[in-house]
Each structure stands twice: as C-alpha cells, then as structure tokens.
C-alpha cells in the first residue's frame, strides 16, 4: 500500500519541479513617464503589488516635484534633514560620475536648470553674462557634502539639488533589486526608455534584444538604427533632440543639458548618447555627461571607464551626422 501512495506523490513533486516559467507583463506611470515590464516567473507572484512601494520611496527621497520630498526641503534650506538610503546612494552615485567627468556631470546644476527654464520655477526673463557668473556660484558638487550624521551641508543656501539625470535610472534598479528579492531572475523594466535587464528572454532563449533609438525617431512612430543584445546591464539614452525650449521673446533655443563649468544650456556635437553600463543610474548618468562632454572629451573618457560603454551620434565640422561606437557596445550590436 505505502508504494502505491508513495508514486503519485513523487509523480507529483517532479511534476511541480518542472513546471515552465509564465510570462508576465505590467504596464503603467511613474516618474512621470510610462514604463513596461517584463518577467517570468515560476509562481503566482504579482510584482505590480510592491511597485507603487517602490515609486512612492525614491520619489519621497529625491524627486524635485513633490513638495515634502526630502530634496525638496534640502533645497529649500532646511538643513536638519537626515537623509535616507535611497538619498544616500544617489549622493555617492553622483559624486562618483562628478568626479570621474570633471565637473561636468553635476546635480547642483539646479539652479541652472530652473533659470533656463528646465526646471519646476519660472525661467529668468533675461540670462546674460552676468547673471551666469551670479549662478555659477551656486554649482560645484564640491561646495556640497553629505556628512556622518546623515544630514547635507551646503555652502551657500541657494545651492539646489536636481538628481533628474540620475533618478530615474536608479528607480529602475530599485525596481530590479525589488524583482531579484522576490526570486525573479528573467526580467526586462523599461521606464521612459531607459532599461534594465536580467537573465534573458526565455521564450526565444537568447538575451533580451532592445533598440537605440534614431535621433529624428517621432514619438508617435518611433524608429530605431541598431539592435544590441543585453545581459544582466542597464542602457539609458539622452539627446537634445527632443528637449530643448525656445525663449518666447527673444527666440533663443536652449537645450536641456547643461553645462555646470560654463553654464551655457547651448549644444555640444553630440546630438544623443546611448550608455550601457553594470547599472541603470550609471547608464543614465553616464549619458547626461557625455552630451555635455562633447564627442573629444567622451570618447577619451569612454577608454578610461570600466563597464561603461556608448553609442553617440554627433555632427563633424561639416555638420554631417555621424556616429561613434565603442568596441564593448559594437561587440553588443545584433547583425
């Protein structure tokens, strides 16, 4: 009797252990922009349970938008604020690409981004020398510190906070680290464009394929010049070629990345940067660095970096639209 029992049951288990992975999908707002995430998994695991805990922790940290948000009264000059760890590590992450770009990836633009016109106040109605020296003196990562006890130092008051160019991609890997605790291993997240991955597609059994998109790619039909095959990575893209602001006055074009030495909003020869990298927020602000950098100063720091790599397409002297590949981010490219 006991056999009898015994096989069903062994039957049963082997039955459970093979069971396929199922594909799931989820689609929805955040960060004021859509996202769309794909997964497998080998259980009834609802991932849209936990998100909304995830979007309401990073933008409760560091989003400029939300009043109360922690940045929000950093900016505002409360400085008895102890800050958390999503806060902390977006600081670090910051710190590091600001140093390894020379200043020229740096999140105390603020006050630069809000004077053109980028930001969540109302432009300057005039920007001109003098007003630009005035700014300046409230940019420089190094006139900032985040100290022992948790708070945040400034040396001037004025100095404002603007994580944008790095936030999104680290709320997307929270978004991954939120997955990975939950024993997802196969997943794809796509936020405003900016990806990240892990494993690969099981359903076609190859790494998850994803395009870089044209600069004259239109939003309602968007195109894309090349495919590259991703593996546990994250690839962000930045370009000018869509946000920009005309002055209504005086008709000036500003582009809305910035440069913190100078402080000028004008363009660089990179037209976009598309940046895989071993994370999201690297990716992302990796790509806001070198669209300020120029095509020169990007590909010199480009073999310098580690993990970092890069499709930028920019204009020569001729103003003929050409694009530089690095070796890692060729090696990636689908044929």
Known sequence: MKKIIVIPVLLLLIACGNKEPKQMQLQGEAFGTTYSIQYYSNDNFNAE???????????????????????????????????????KEVFNISEEVYKKTNGYFDPTVGVLRNAYGFGDVKPLQEIDSTSLDSLLNYVGFQKVKLKADGTISKKFQQIYFDFNAVAKGYGIDCIGRYLDANGITNYLIELGGEILVKGKNLQKQQPWLVGVEAVDSELAHRSFEATVKLLNVGMASSGNYRKYR?????????????????GSAEKSNVTSATVIASTCALADAYATSFMALGLEKSTVLLAELSGVEAYLTYVDSTEQPQVFISDGFRRLLKK
């Open 49 to 87: 349970r936990g998100l909304d805990s995830v979007f309401y922790a990073v933008n409760k940290s560091v989003s400029t938008y939300l009043p109360n948000s922690d940045i929000s009264k950093i900016n505002q000059g409360d400085s008895m604020i102890v800050v958390d760890a999503i806060f």
């Open 246 to 262: 005309i002055d209504s006055i005086t008709g000036q074009k500003y582009v809305h990345t910035l440069n913190p030495l100078t």
